[in-house]
């Protein structure tokens, strides 16, 4: 294998790539990334086995080949050098050597051992029931507002994804820990023939909104067992997570008997004061009465912080406490310059709204007294 290749186009593929090589394996060959040289450029593959991502460079291809490079070395290596072109040549059956030339550092060259092509896990080649194509801004957008909703406990797999339906004109993103819960709908630009429902892992989601950053949409194909995504030359293939997403319609009180319209901005800016007082789990408390919403928060031995904002206010006095990085991700995430809140009892959850139909909807559950 020899190549000519552009050092910034490179990066920008390892980059993309690297997102699915496992940084923990008893595998070595999992750990590495790929590359096969064609004479339509070069592609890059790597996976964990869970996510496969391939992506194509274009390159100036001497001779064809193919070789597995230790995937976040090789990335390190090619971010440090010059950007300038950059040659690969395999320099024997188990190494490669990377090279280039510039005027400042002069001639510099890397041997990396490579592991059999061979021994590398096939890409999986998905068949989509149906596919659907979305604007990069838009399906961005939606992760960013509910992605810190979903777990991290790898114990109940179904709260680690993100629950997305698309159905005739309305795309809605659901997620939950089971602590809060974020709901984002949306119109899409065109509507869709046939419904999409699937449970996609919370991390895919959100790895692919950054990799369509550049792109103006995302292609979202759908089979039994597997969910893939293309963006330009990247193809993102991740497994679907089988099993039912909790009822999530039923948890979301309709009516409540406390409310409040305030401003996203001032209320966001006090959170972050009055939480710097809420320490070591403490809560950080709401009262909502007589057209003012007073936050308060204390911890033994630091101190205390109250600080009162204007709002428009309905209802009865409520006084209810959360745990502040919930009420910093939910109202974060808000995109409206007003944000609704409702409850019903220091007991009941907290439902943030905003948009003029409720687009975002943030469930988050109190902290007992």
Do not use: W
Not at 128 to 154: G, N, Y
Not at 266 to 292: C, F, K, M, Y
Not at 293 to 309: H, P
Request: proline fraction near 6%.
């Amino acid at each position: 294998m020899r190549l000519t290749v552009a050092r910034g186009a490179l990066l920008e593929s390892l980059n993309v790539t690297t997102k699915a090589v496992s940084a923990r394996t008893t595998l070595p060959i999992l750990s590495g990334v790929l590359l096969t040289a064609a004479k339509d450029g070069v592609v890059l593959q790597a996976t964990d086995l869970e996510v496969s991502v391939r992506n194509t460079v274009p390159a100036e291809v001497e001779t064809e080949g193919s070789a597995v490079l230790p995937g976040r070395l090789f990335a390190d290596l090619v971010r440090r050098l010059p950007d300038v072109a950059l040659s690969l040549d395999s320099s024997g059956p188990d190494k490669i050597t990377l090279s280039c030339r510039s005027e400042k550092a002069g001639e510099i060259s890397f041997e990396l051992r490579t592991l059999s092509p061979e021994d590398f896990p096939r890409f999986p080649e998905v068949t989509p029931e149906s596919s659907v194509t979305i604007p990069t801004a838009q399906l961005s957008s939606m992760v960013r507002q509910v992605t810190k909703a979903v777990s991290r406990d790898e114990a109940r797999p179904i709260l680690t994804g993100i629950l997305l339906v698309i159905e005739g004109e309305e795309i809605r993103m659901v997620a939950t820990d089971s602590y809060r819960l974020a709901v984002r709908t949306a119109t899409m630009e065109e509507p869709v023939a046939a419904r999409v429902e699937v449970i996609v892992p919370g991390k895919a989601l959100d790895e692919v909104s950054k990799i369509a950053a550049g792109a103006d949409a995302v292609t979202l194909g759908v089979s039994e067992n597997q969910v893939v995504f293309s963006v330009g030359t990247t193809v993102y293939v991740t497994r679907r997570i089988e099993g039912s997403f909790p009822n999530y319609r039923q948890l979301i009180p309709t009516e409540g008997e406390t409310s409040m319209v305030i401003d996203r901005e001032e209320l966001l800016e006090a959170i972050g004061r009055v939480s710097l007082l809420a320490q070591h789990n403490a809560p950080l408390r709401l009262r909502v009465a007589d057209s003012t919403l007073t936050l308060t928060a204390a911890t033994q031995e630091v101190g205390e912080a109250s600080e009162s904002l204007m709002a428009e206010t309905e209802g009865q006095p409520l006084e209810i406490g959360f745990n502040h990085a919930f009420l910093l991700d939910g109202v974060s995430a808000a995109d409206e310059e007003r944000i609704s809140f409702m409850a019903s009892g220091p007991l009941k959850p907290g439902v943030f709204r905003s948009g003029a139909g409720g687009e975002y909807t943030y469930l988050v559950m109190p902290v007992r007294p």
